[in-house]
């Protein structure tokens, strides 16, 4: 039986404050086509800017996660998203008429109760799933973080926190699947420690926060004073206690172990940067909004992979991205100047790994050097430049329509001669991306010993 897509049945606006900005807003929930995925709408700007919910979309995870577009932006999206993918929602608008969603009570909850009162519908657009074969991870020794997602065969979630404070130490929690979302998780409020507290609000930070859509969590032994301080701090006209649950407010947890539930929200909202709902079990140990962000770079880097072998690979194998056939439909060359055989590996927008085997009846060597036959260097470059030209043609939707040209080739190289025989692997690097311009940095290998290298900046024109 297909799975189709959904988006919600009507329409329905919440207006609260920011966590951040303290500005008032008012978001509003508006169905969406079958194809649109989730979008942001900044009504409050000339032209009404959309904003797609992706992670190529993402500008800045310091604060929560905000997304951009030229001028516009829309800041703190994550419970947002959590929302949405806890409603199985895959297409939806989101007006905003300012630059933050609003906070609500720090978790996803108001926003589902939102969504349920409109209800959900079904589209004829069949949905479509990350799924892959092989564990993929993530890790960030500096931050003490590492994720792991594996196959599975629906999204599972398992999460690990340990903050060594005496009102937070260990918490573990797992999400079996996502019918337990919404009464399980999608209430645990967003946390932070009274020292964080007070840095922000030094800072000017945190203008919307408070302790009704926080749980903030305090010292031990804290006095009077400091706590007094604390209510002048946020304007609170009553008492501020710690609780016997560690927390600054009277209001007992929603769960035992909120903190990691809320953990696993966040996990929720991110991975729906991704754009499709994902097949996989995640286990995370201690993993913020920044590594949850880089977890998703590397799935759509995969999903990009799996999309461009779809569109030009007609048969998968483990050690092949493109085959000749592929590399055929992307480059406009063909022989007697093609120069590579097949790439054995893509990371879009980052580095590709191009093939050669070199053998002797290569047209070239029956005039260079005939007695004593040495392919030529500029062949060389010329081979690392088309399989540069393989992966800027593959950020276009249409490469057949466009040639990628070199500008410049620079601090060329040429450390030992390619002989018949030899296999060439071409490693090109980006190290800038734009548009149009982009620089690269290429190194020809005959097993482990470097042949050649030399910079390369490539631009891409119409045919």
């Not at 005496?166 to 996502?178: A, F, S």
């Not at 967003?190 to 840095?199: A, R, S």
């Not at 466009?402 to 296999?423: E, H, M, T, W």
């Amino acid at each position: 039986m297909s799975d189709f897509k959904k988006t919600i049945a009507g329409s329905i606006s919440y207006t609260g404050i920011g966590l951040h900005s303290g500005i008032i807003s008012t978001i509003t929930f508006k169905p969406a086509g079958s194809d649109d995925g989730i979008c942001f709408v900044r009504v409050d700007m000339p032209g009404k800017p959309a904003i797609p919910a992706d992670i190529d979309h993402v500008i800045d995870i310091s604060r929560g996660t905000t997304i951009g577009i030229k001028d516009a932006s829309v800041g703190t999206i994550e419970h947002v998203l959590a929302a949405v993918k806890g409603m199985d929602i895959d297409n939806i608008m989101i007006e905003i008429d300012g630059p933050e969603a609003p906070v609500a009570d720090g978790s996803a909850y108001p926003f589902i109760q939102l969504i349920k009162q409109v209800g959900v519908k079904q589209q004829d657009s069949i949905r479509e799933y990350f799924e892959f074969d092989k564990p993929i991870n993530f890790s960030a020794p500096e931050d003490n973080v590492d994720i792991v997602i594996v196959p599975s065969n629906e999204l599972k979630v398992t999460f690990l926190i340990d903050y060594h404070h005496p009102y937070l130490g260990t918490q573990y929690t797992w999400l079996p699947n996502m019918s337990y979302f919404e009464e399980e998780f999608s209430k645990a409020r967003t946390f932070c420690f009274i020292n964080e507290i007070l840095y922000l609000k030094e800072k000017n930070l945190i203008k919307g926060g408070s302790l009704e859509n926080a749980v903030v969590i305090g010292e031990p032994n804290m006095t009077k004073e400091e706590l007094d301080n604390l209510k002048d701090t946020f304007n609170y006209h009553k008492d501020i206690e710690v609780t016997s649950e560690g927390i600054l407010n009277t209001s007992s947890l929603r769960y035992y172990n909120e903190f990691v539930r809320h953990k696993v929200l966040d996990v929720i909202g991110d991975i729906a940067l991704l754009g499709m709902p994902i097949k996989g079990h995640i286990l995370a140990a201690r993993s913020g909004h920044k590594t949850n962000v880089e977890l998703v770079k590397k799935l759509r880097s995969i999903q990009r992979k799996n999309e461009l072998q779809k569109m030009f690979q007609k048969k998968r194998t483990e050690d092949i991205v493109f085959d000749i056939n592929a590399i055929q439909k992307i480059l406009p060359h063909r022989y007697p100047f093609l120069f590579v055989d097949k790439i054995i590996e893509f990371i879009p927008g980052k580095l590709i790994v191009g093939i050669k085997n070199v053998t002797m009846n290569e047209p070239f060597f029956q005039g260079h050097f005939p007695e004593h036959p040495v392919m030529p260097g500029v062949i060389i470059v010329e081979a690392m430049a088309q399989t540069g030209g393989i992966m800027l043609l593959n950020q276009l939707n249409d490469p057949e329509n466009y040639v990628a040209y070199f500008a410049s080739i620079d601090n060329v190289k040429f450390r030992k001669p390619v002989l018949p025989g030899d296999i060439l692997r071409f490693e090109m690097k980006v190290i800038s991306l734009k548009a149009t311009i982009t620089k690269m940095h290429g190194d020809a290998y005959v097993g482990s010993t470097k042949v050649c290298e030399g910079d390369f900046l490539a631009k891409l024109m119409k045919k």
